[in-house]
């Protein structure tokens, strides 16, 4: 069966430091892969999505990044944090078929910036 | 552009049948999503359809109209831990890429 893995569950950071958030899935391959964030009281923001190594669209300017170097990896990363991108971040993976279509999420990361 | 409406708070007592409408306008559309998401953790998947008509998962229903461009997630026999978030994501483009609605808030009373 697929899982997803999504790290570190909370996060406390300060203003200007770096970011790391690391996404796996396992048991598919080739699978479509977003980074979305919420933030408090506000519906599900997509940030990114990758159709395969190395291919990151971006879906609103901000202050981070995504990289994708292994076909069931997905790194959304930051060399400066603003306050404004404290928030509770998700990634998600998706499976597309005529026998079964789901989608996704990993548990989470909540990103507080201080 | 892509837009998914839904209402904002609902309340239903134990026991009883609640319906939560969404309705998108979206192009290259590719099918409907509904999540349930409780407070501080992660959407779980509840059900999608890409064809119109009523799909029954024990207590959870799920209805898509193309043409209207409408959808509801239907819950019955309600239970308290029913009350959470439930998402509405269209999927559109050919990278199928959901979009949200803002959720609904279901609040299920004794």
């Known amino acids: 069966s697929q899982t997803i893995h999504q790290w570190p569950a909370t996060l406390v950071q300060p203003v200007g430091s770096p970011l790391s958030l690391e996404c796996t899935v396992e048991?598919?391959?080739?699978?479509?892969l977003y980074w979305y964030r919420q933030a408090a009281g506000r519906g599900l923001q997509l940030l990114f999505y990758?159709?395969?190594?190395?291919?990151i669209s971006s879906e609103v300017p901000q202050n981070l990044s995504a990289s994708r170097p292994q076909d069931r990896q997905f790194i959304l990363s930051s060399k400066k944090l603003l306050l404004s991108d404290s928030g509770f971040y998700l990634c998600?993976?998706?499976?597309?078929?005529?026998?079964?279509?789901?989608?996704?999420f990993g548990q989470g990361t909540r990103l507080t910036v201080v | 552009g892509q837009n998914i409406d839904q209402p904002t708070e609902m309340t239903a007592t134990e026991g009883a049948i609640v319906q939560i409408n969404c309705t998108y306008q979206?192009?290259?559309?590719?099918?409907l999503f509904w999540y349930q998401q409780h407070a501080g953790e992660a959407p779980t998947f509840l059900s999608y359809?890409?064809?119109?008509g009523l799909e029954e998962k024990g207590r959870f229903s799920s209805f898509l109209s193309r043409s209207k461009g409408y959808s509801y997630l239907l819950l019955k026999e309600l239970q308290m831990k029913d009350s959470a978030s439930y998402l509405c994501?269209?999927?559109?483009?050919?990278?199928?890429?959901?979009?949200f609605g803002r959720g609904t808030s279901l609040i299920v009373h004794p």
């Open positions: 979206t192009s290259g559309f590719n099918g």
């Open positions: 359809n890409v064809l119109d």
């Open positions: 994501a269209a999927a559109s483009g050919g990278s199928y890429i959901p979009t």
């Open positions: 990758s159709v395969g190594i190395g291919q």
């Open positions: 998600a993976w998706s499976v597309w078929g005529r026998a079964r279509t789901e989608a996704f």
């Open positions: 048991g598919t391959s080739n699978p479509n």
